[in-house]
């Protein structure tokens, strides 16, 4: 009889302490909810059941916040790390990423910027409010953003509100093809400079700042992708580009936007040039364009391919011309020429320099881009 009694206080002590468990853990949760801060994993013990199968139960809050039921179904993926990732199939929840900005709380000069921040924040709308209504230095900063942007409309506008929404799928521009466009764009430039130098018209130049902004509208659009590919494991698979590469892919893209930058610079260095006696292409600076050409073409063309050999090549090329280039600058001081053609002639060569440099990291990044693809996990 004793023995029973005593059976009985443990097990009553036993459900006792499993609801303080229960309250403690859901009462945790709920601070976490209210704080805007959901718990970012949690520790779950592998069952097994029916003798062959082994099951994990999903958390009861991340069943709610995808808007799933019993018998719904869910995609397990197996990442090739080895990690599971469960994508919730049946989901009838729309998600939209808002952003909102109130003017009386940014100076103008920065207005630009926090939208452009908005857009590569992955927002499908901007919603932007002025109490004071919007002078016409704001609706050109919009005009402005819009025009650098690709797929922003104003979709609702009223004295003192705008909302803006973004219409571009992120899956509908593959990542290496908008890679493609900004180096076709940079690489016609320079050779339309080259043109020009070489005696042609200046006209083929006049469309110059239009290409520039073209290459930075690419760059934006780039940087939105990556990030969400960064975010979304749908986004991840839909571009077919796995996270790591994508954060690769990231700073290529701003190697090949600060090369654009010097093309759009030796544009308006050639078209301000006040002497119209052509130059030779194959005496320095302007021999070195030809190298920097075929060893662009090269890294460009191993975004997809795995030719490392060619990426050795463009590098020890782009190496030797760099060196070539600071050789030429320093010969310029002891030089002949007039200060104004001097200082035309290490203007040019300082940004063809500096596409060569960059042209080299943009080389080191394929190589580590490589090497992870190569990679491979074992189990030790």
């Not at 520790?43 to 062959?52: E, M, P």
Request: a neutral charge; glycine letters at 6%; proline letters at 3%.
């Amino acid at each position: 009889m004793i023995k029973k009694y005593i059976e009985y206080i443990v097990l009553l002590i036993f459900v006792i302490l499993l609801k303080i468990k229960n309250y403690l853990v859901n009462a945790y949760d709920g601070f976490n909810v209210s704080q805007g801060k959901p718990p970012k994993s949690e520790i779950r013990k592998v069952q097994l059941t029916g003798g062959s199968t082994y099951i994990v139960s999903l958390p009861k809050k991340w069943v709610n916040e995808h808007g799933l039921v019993a018998k719904d179904q869910v995609r397990i993926e197996w990442r090739p790390s080895g990690t599971l990732r469960i994508v919730p199939e049946a989901t009838s929840l729309v998600r939209k990423r808002v952003v909102e900005l109130d003017l009386s709380k940014i100076p103008d000069e920065m207005v630009h910027d926090h939208l452009v921040g908005s857009y590569l924040a992955g927002s499908q709308v901007i919603k932007i409010k002025s109490q004071k209504g919007f002078e016409r230095n704001h609706r050109k900063t919009f005009r402005k953003f819009i025009n650098s942007t690709r797929g922003v409309e104003i979709s609702a506008e009223s004295e003192s509100s705008i909302e803006m929404i973004n219409l571009l799928n992120p899956s509908e521009m593959p990542l290496y093809s908008s890679l493609n466009r900004m180096y076709l764009l940079i690489s016609s430039q320079i050779r339309d400079v080259i043109d020009v130098l070489s005696g042609g018209d200046k006209e083929i130049l006049e469309d110059c700042h239009d290409r520039e902004q073209e290459v930075d509208a690419i760059r934006l659009l780039l940087e939105r992708q990556v990030g969400q590919i960064l975010e979304s494991a749908s986004i991840e698979d839909s571009l077919g580009t796995s996270r790591w590469e994508a954060s690769g892919i990231g700073k290529v893209v701003r190697t090949l936007e600060r090369m654009g930058d010097h093309s759009y610079a030796l544009c308006k260095l050639t078209l301000d040039r006040s002497s119209d006696s052509p130059l030779s292409i194959d005496s320095m600076p302007m021999s070195s364009t030809q190298v920097w050409q075929s060893s662009i073409k090269l890294l460009i063309s191993n975004l997809r391919r795995r030719k490392i050999s060619e990426i050795h090549s463009a590098k020890g090329q782009l190496l030797g011309t760099l060196k070539d280039l600071e050789n030429f600058e320093i010969a310029l001081i002891t030089s002949d020429l007039d200060s104004s053609e001097a200082l035309f002639f290490y203007r040019i060569s300082e940004s063809l320099r500096r596409m060569c440099a960059y042209s080299i990291n943009m080389g080191e990044e394929l190589l580590n881009i490589q090497s992870h693809r190569d990679s491979i996990e074992i189990t030790e």
